[in-house]
């Protein structure tokens, strides 16, 4: 293919494909708009998916995102429960996870190891799993959470 247009109706005619277009159609269009493997926190947004929170559960204000191409919305606060550690501070993290064999992208916080206080990584792998951070931290023996805004916003590729 040397040129192409998008989003026509699904006729047949000219590059409106008469199959329809796909996830993956949609999502690689957003990938090239999208700096960043086209990943991001859309600036602007509801409240930008803003992590808040000094104990468990944390709570996600609302927002959208783009994860990987596939786009995220969330219009109600979503709180997420981080277990307290047996042993010393542990490093934790907020994030958008993309699945595609769930299909879907959703908010989930993850924590390393008890006492270990490293930020657990994000996963990056396209086609099964991809991860973009919204906050990382450390939550205590006593339940004390400790959080750090890491939201990188969507912007357009140069």
Do not use: C, H, K
């Not at 550690?85 to 769930?102: D, E, F, K, N």
């Amino acid at each position: 293919m040397t040129e192409a247009s998008r989003f026509w109706n699904t006729n047949g005619i000219g590059d409106g494909a008469s199959a329809g277009f796909d996830r993956d159609a949609v999502a690689s269009w957003l990938r090239n708009i999208w700096a960043r493997g086209g990943s991001g926190v859309l600036r602007g947004v509801l409240n930008e998916l803003a992590a808040t929170g000094t104990s468990s559960p944390i709570a996600v204000n609302t927002g959208a995102a783009i994860v990987y191409g596939l786009y995220y919305w969330n219009t109600a606060s979503v709180n997420l429960t981080v277990t307290t550690p047996g042993v010393g501070t542990t490093g934790l993290r907020v994030i958008l996870r993309a699945s595609w064999s769930a299909q879907t992208v959703r908010l989930v916080a993850v924590r390393n190891t008890d006492g270990v206080a490293a930020i657990p990584s994000l996963t990056q792998t396209p086609g099964t799993t991809y991860e973009i951070s919204l906050a990382t931290g450390t939550i205590t023996t006593g339940g004390v959470i400790s959080l750090t805004d890491d939201r990188s916003y969507a912007s357009y590729s140069d």
